[in-house]
């Protein structure tokens, strides 16, 4: 019976390394990093609604009012 692997683009060996690589960062939970700047930067959305945004719209669906006060 053949070993069935979930990765098609690299060999074992490639895949173990990689495993490693990674494994100090996910055991954390957090970057690993001595220095902040190595840290990649955080993808933003833009399409995302600001907080302030989230915030009043959890007000207008509460009070089924705007900020203006109409309905």
Known sequence: MALVRSSDKHG???DDEMKTEVE???RA???TRAEPWRDP???E????????ELI???RTE???RTREGGE
């Open 12 to 14: 074992p060996v490639l």
């Open 24 to 26: 100090g960062e996910l």
């Open 29 to 31: 939970g957090r970057s």
């Open 41 to 43: 930067e955080p993808i």
């Open 45 to 52: 959305d833009e399409d995302a609604p600001d907080e302030t």
């Open 56 to 58: 009043e719209r959890r």
């Open 62 to 64: 509460e009070t089924g």
